[in-house]
Structures are given as structure tokens and as C-alpha cells.
């Protein structure tokens, strides 16, 4: 037989043997386990609770099914506020978080018979919100209101936060735990206040930029959201990039660290194509933004010859047409078409195709399928002077050179589509009083899709105005969505 005797073991022996003869104990008492748990009473860190795996999660040498660091009585592990004395577990709104650490008064409204309380759902409960006076730091500008919406994961920690437009700010919420979402600070706007302001991230960086006069560039390091003393704070950016003034939006390829800054329109600037639109770098189209050093974005060009952009999306193509495989394209929303430009090389933009549908109003935004096949576009004003219900055009892209229409798909209310975004064989759009739907897109081949969820966060009424949901963001890994409602809010949904 062969015997292995470990060096902390026999360290244990000569303490022992040393204790035992300094305090004439006996051995059974030394070497007593009163939990079972095969560890002796005096190296447990939990000896009176059986705790065979030793789990101690703050490392302060007392096992976490002991620990009681407010000393209320309450274990950590049991405790609704373990590092606030709270013995009564007061708990109002039912958030498993305690009164004494919960710092939202909400209570989660699951969707039931149609409803998540006072609001219309088929699918999706709310499960956090905050109001434009809980993202904010004061009350004083009664006309503020939310716009576009991002969302960031923390690869360090995988917190999840929401990244909220305000006309006069930025505010950065922690949604890990969507029930008590933590507004950690907001920054302010560069310049003025503005109802359009638009928000992306690359590279644990925030990028954003307004219709504000002079606004630029805001680019904020997101890992600073990790510590903050005092909370919420008010931030300053980084970097404030004002190579240019105005922009509408902002597109960013994660693939390629470029950004796009599209909709610019900075007075005195030759601007040649579409009425409406006065001044603009690039005549209103993409400016080329080299982001490789997030801090330190370069212009590298830009695209001029498809006029005004209101909004876009910037892939590396993998569709299925061969001979643009590989290149970094731009589909680009431009108020009165659709345009694919090849950006691959910046000094030297080129316009593979121009997309017209039937009953143009306003083509404002559009996603790729995952496959890149199609592409779904909203018109943000064909609704209200049509008098139809939401429609979405989708493109067939099989050729990027020949693009067709494959089908319009007509939702159930007559609200107007604002941003949608496509995650597998989902399309989630911000359709502005009718809320966020859920679209499955499964038989989009076969020219069907039919709605499959949704929450509206605007239960006055489904009609044609501008109220309601601006934006969606559907890409955490957790499956939970944030909306932004221009008149209420942030809103967490998740799927039922």
C-alpha cells in the first residue's frame, strides 16, 4: 500500500501536538466535526453548519452559509440586504431587493391577460423602468424627453448597462439586476439640448453624437462606469471631437473599428441633392471616422455622391452574392432611396446600387437579415400620409448590384415604424405609440412574417404621431431589451 502524506498535514500534527500539550486538551475535542462535514472544528470556516465545499465569497475566513457581516441575525446568503442592518426584511415592492438597499421603487409586472399592469403586452413582461426624472439629476427642463438607446456588456464583469439619449444628456444605468436599475451618472450634452441624439459603442467606448449645433463627438471610456465613488455623478467625455458639427447618426463597423457619422449638416457647406436638407460635409453622406485608437478618431473621407444620410449599417458583406464577398459595405437610408456603397477602400467610395420603392415619404432606417439577403426598411412617414397601417418594405440583396423589393409587410396598427434591428430570426422594432413588436422573420424566404410579440409602452392609443417608443436595443446576451419612450422612459422587458 502506498501512503501519501501531504505537507500540511503533517504541519497540522506538530501544531497540534504542540497546542495539545501547552493546553493539556484532549485529542477527541481537537479533532471534533461537529457538522459532519470533514472538516475539523477548528480550520471550518462554517463548524456548526454542514459546508463540505468551504465556499467563503468575500474571503473573510467565515463560510458564506455563516456570514452575517450587518449582523442582523440574518445570513448573507438568506439576507434581502446583507450589508445593511435590516432584521425586519422589509421589502415593499416584493423585488426580493431590501427597503434599506433598493434603490427604485418598482415592482416587476408580469404580462398577464394582455396586460403588464396598465400597459398592453403579448409576451413580454417589464421587468425595470426608470422615468426621464429618474434618469436625470434634476427636474427643471419639463420638455425633456429620450431618444435613441445602446447597450453595453462589460467583458470584465458582464454587468450590462443601458445607454440613454435625454435632449439634454447622456445617462449610463446599470441593468444587471433589471429590477433595480442604477442610474451611475449622465453627461451632459456637448453643446445645446436636442430631441436627436444617437449613441454607439466599439471598443468598451461609448460614441455619440446630436443634431446640436457644434455638438461633434463625445466618445466616453465605459470602463470607468466599474468604480465610481459617488453615485450618480456627473461626467465629462473623454474626447470631444469637433472636426465636424451636426450629425443625425452614427454607424459603427465593429469589425473594422471605422465609425460613419451620417446626417451632417453644418451651415455653409455646399449641399447638392435632396431638398430640405441645407449645408454638409460630404453633402449630408458618410464621414469616414478611422476609431482604431478609440481616443484618437482620424476623418479619413467620406461618401458624397448618394447626398443626404439619415441612417445606415456598415458590415464586412458575407450574403450571397459572390462577387462582393468580403468587402466592407455601407446600406445607407437616405430619406428618398436606399444606397449600397462600397467604402472597402475610404479614398475611393463607390456606389454599387440605388434603391426606390413605391410610395416613398421618408426612408429612415433599415437592418440586414444575419444572412445578408435582405434588408428591412422603414418609411417613417408613410403611415401618417397613407393612412395604412405599419409597413416595412423588405429588399431582397441577392444582387447587390440589382437589389429588388421582395414583399411590404403590413403590422396590425397604423403606428409609425421608427428602429428596428434583427437578431436571428427576429425583428424587433420601435414602432413609436404601438410600442416594441416582436416579429418573427423564420418564413421571410417564402414572403411571410407575422408578429409574435409585444409591449407597448404608449397605452393611450396605436395611432400615427410621434409619441412612444423612439428605439430598441435587443443584443444582450441575457435577453433582455431595453426601450426608450420618448415621454416615459426606460423601460426593461423581458420575453415570457
Excluded at 52 to 57: K, M
Excluded at 72 to 85: A, P, R, W
Excluded at 312 to 318: E, F, G, N, R, S
Aim: aromatic content about 10%; charged content about 20%; some cysteine.
Amino acid at each position: 500500500m502506498k501512503i501519501i502524506i501531504h505537507n500540511n498535514v503533517i504541519l497540522l500534527c506538530l501544531v497540534t501536538l504542540i497546542t495539545l500539550s501547552c493546553q493539556n486538551e484532549s485529542i477527541e475535542s481537537f479533532f471534533a466535526d461537529s457538522d459532519q462535514d470533514g472538516y475539523y472544528d477548528t480550520i471550518d470556516n462554517c463548524p456548526l453548519v454542514l459546508n463540505p465545499n468551504q465556499t467563503d465569497s468575500n474571503g473573510d475566513g467565515i463560510g458564506d452559509l455563516c456570514s452575517d457581516l450587518d449582523e442582523d441575525g440574518i445570513i448573507d446568503n438568506q439576507d434581502n440586504c446583507s450589508l445593511v442592518y435590516n432584521p425586519n426584511q422589509e421589502d415593499n415592492d416584493n423585488d426580493g431587493i431590501g427597503d434599506n438597499c433598493d434603490l427604485v421603487d418598482f415592482t416587476s409586472l408580469p404580462c398577464i391577460d394582455g396586460f403588464a399592469g396598465d400597459y398592453p403586452c403579448d409576451g413580454y413582461n417589464l421587468i425595470g423602468y426608470l422615468s426621464i426624472e429618474d434618469l436625470s439629476l434634476d427636474s427643471e427642463n419639463s420638455n425633456r424627453r429620450l431618444n435613441d438607446i445602446w447597450g453595453w456588456t462589460d467583458p470584465l464583469t458582464e454587468d450590462e448597462y443601458a445607454i440613454v439619449g435625454l435632449s439634454s444628456h447622456t445617462s449610463f444605468v446599470n441593468i444587471t439586476n433589471p429590477d433595480n436599475p442604477i442610474l451611475l451618472g449622465i453627461l451632459p450634452t456637448a453643446s445645446v439640448n436636442s430631441i436627436w441624439r444617437d449613441i454607439k459603442v466599439n471598443n468598451n467606448h461609448a460614441y455619440i453624437v446630436s443634431e446640436a449645433s457644434n455638438h461633434g463627438m463625445q466618445i466616453f471610456d465605459l470602463t470607468r462606469l466599474r468604480n465610481i465613488e459617488n453615485i450618480p455623478s456627473v461626467f465629462s467625455e473623454d474626447i470631444h471631437f469637433t472636426d465636424f458639427g451636426r450629425a443625425h447618426n452614427l454607424v459603427i463597423n465593429e469589425e473594422t473599428n471605422y465609425a460613419y457619422a451620417v446626417g451632417n449638416q453644418d451651415p455653409g457647406r455646399t449641399f447638392s441633392r435632396d431638398p430640405g436638407h441645407e449645408g454638409g460635409l460630404f453633402n449630408g453622406g458618410p464621414i469616414f471616422l478611422n476609431i482604431q485608437n478609440p481616443k484618437n478618431p482620424i476623418i479619413e473621407g467620406g461618401f458624397s455622391e448618394a447626398g443626404y444620410c439619415h441612417d445606415a449599417q456598415a458590415v464586412i458583406y458575407d450574403g450571397p452574392d459572390v462577387d462582393h464577398i468580403g468587402k466592407e459595405i455601407i446600406i445607407g437610408s437616405n430619406a428618398q432611396h436606399v444606397d449600397i456603397v462600397d467604402v472597402s477602400d475610404k479614398s475611393n467610395p463607390l456606389l454599387i446600387s440605388t434603391i426606390f420603392y413605391d410610395n416613398i415619404h421618408y426612408t429612415h432606417q433599415g437592418w440586414l437579415t444575419e444572412d445578408h439577403k435582405y434588408f428591412i426598411v422603414g418609411d417613417e412617414l408613410d403611415e401618417l400620409r397613407d393612412g395604412i397601417d405599419t409597413r416595412s418594405i423588405i429588399l431582397d440583396l441577392s444582387d447587390l448590384d440589382n437589389p429588388i423589393l421582395h414583399f411590404d409587410y403590413y403590422g396590425p396598427t397604423p403606428a409609425i415604424d421608427h428602429n428596428g434591428y434583427i437578431t436571428g430570426n427576429k425583428f424587433y422594432l420601435a414602432n413609436y405609440k404601438a410600442g416594441l413588436r416582436e416579429i418573427d422573420i423564420t418564413q421571410i424566404d417564402s414572403k411571410v412574417i407575422n408578429e409574435s410579440g409585444f409591449f407597448d409602452t404608449h397605452p393611450e392609443s396605436n395611432g400615427s404621431g410621434f409619441s412612444g417608443a423612439w428605439s430598441v436595443y435587443p443584443f444582450f446576451e441575457s435577453k433582455n431589451i431595453i426601450i426608450s419612450d420618448i415621454q416615459r422612459g426606460l423601460f426593461i422587458v423581458s420575453k415570457n
